[in-house]
């Protein structure tokens, strides 16, 4: 993604040259002894990696969040959520409810539904997540709410990035795509609810209607991205993907509809640690214990391979 194009209301950081591996990690080595890094669940190469702490880690740069994005990419175009379901609903809610800033800011996101992000830890204190597949949208609207725009910012991770594929399942609502796209729904129609959007029997049809029409637009889009790149394209996937995240929207309305407040989000850790003081303590000392068996087992490797 090799443009220097600035995405919406958010910071967009890309990839404009070859990435000075050593020189970012130099400077990381010096910038944690004052902002300690900690990983969790850490997949990513090295450079990627660095490139996503840096911007939140670097006290010259200094944002509360950073949100990586990539290209999803083999013979054919992945990332079926992002493409059909969640940029065409979010452009869909604002044709239907016109300017509102927290649309923008998820617009402003090359890739909504990437994973892999940092964040200061004050921000991580505060923030309350979905305990769902709407997760992502979740911590960009708990983003929103909690730090300044100018705080907030994305950054090219890596030119192609794959990782698991989630089946559709478009005749089982429980499983694959289907699940998520209705968790991922509810996310972000109760987000808006909590920002005094009024999801009535009348507007949910119009939005229902609306997004099947953005989103055959936004396939056609993609079919001939894919034609001028040489890359494969079923366009009937393509369209059962859109007609089952059509039944993924009428779901998650219905579920508004019924109950705006839903499943209460995860409590953010100001929360827990004022409840159990001690909790990440104790956190701490789960994870060394856990640990010990792997440093035997790998101080044996050592031992027997001297």
Not at 44 to 68: H, I, Q, W
Not at 145 to 162: G, H, K, P
Not at 220 to 238: M, P, Q, S, T, V
């Amino acid at each position: 993604m090799s443009d220097f194009y600035q995405t919406g209301v958010v910071a967009t950081f890309h990839r404009l040259g070859r990435t000075e591996l050593k020189k970012i990690e130099a400077e990381l080595s010096w910038y944690v002894q004052e902002r300690p890094i900690a990983l969790v669940l850490p997949s990513l190469s090295r450079e990627m990696l660095a490139r996503l702490c840096y911007p939140v880690t670097s006290p010259n740069l200094d944002y509360d969040f950073c949100k990586g994005f990539y290209g999803r990419v083999t013979d054919r175009l992945h990332g079926r959520a992002t493409r059909l379901l969640v940029v065409p609903l979010i452009r869909t809610l604002q044709k239907v409810l016109g300017y509102h800033p927290l649309l923008v800011f998820f617009d402003s996101f090359r890739y909504p539904l990437a994973g892999e992000f940092s964040m200061d830890i004050d921000l991580a204190k505060v923030n309350r997540i979905p305990g769902d597949w709407g997760l992502e949208v979740g911590v960009l609207a708990e983003v929103y709410r909690n730090t300044a725009l100018r705080r907030v910012c994305q950054v090219d991770i890596s030119e192609n990035y794959e990782h698991k594929h989630q089946p559709l399942s478009p005749d089982d609502i429980t499983q694959g795509l289907h699940k998520m796209g209705v968790d991922i729904c509810k996310s972000l129609l109760r987000t808006l609810a909590s920002e005094g959007v009024i999801f009535s029997e009348g507007f949910c049809k119009t939005l229902v209607a609306t997004y099947v029409r953005t989103a055959q637009d936004m396939l056609k889009r993609y079919e001939d991205d894919a034609a001028i790149n040489g890359l494969f394209f079923d366009r009937h996937e393509e369209s059962l993907a859109v007609e089952t995240f059509t039944h993924c929207l009428r779901k998650a309305s219905g579920i508004i509809n019924e109950d705006p407040l839903g499943v209460p989000l995860i409590s953010g850790w100001d929360r827990v640690t004022s409840a159990i003081p001690d909790i990440l303590t104790r956190i701490r000392d789960a994870g060394e214990e856990d640990n010990k068996p792997i440093r035997r087992n790998f101080s044996g490797v050592i031992g027997h391979n001297a």
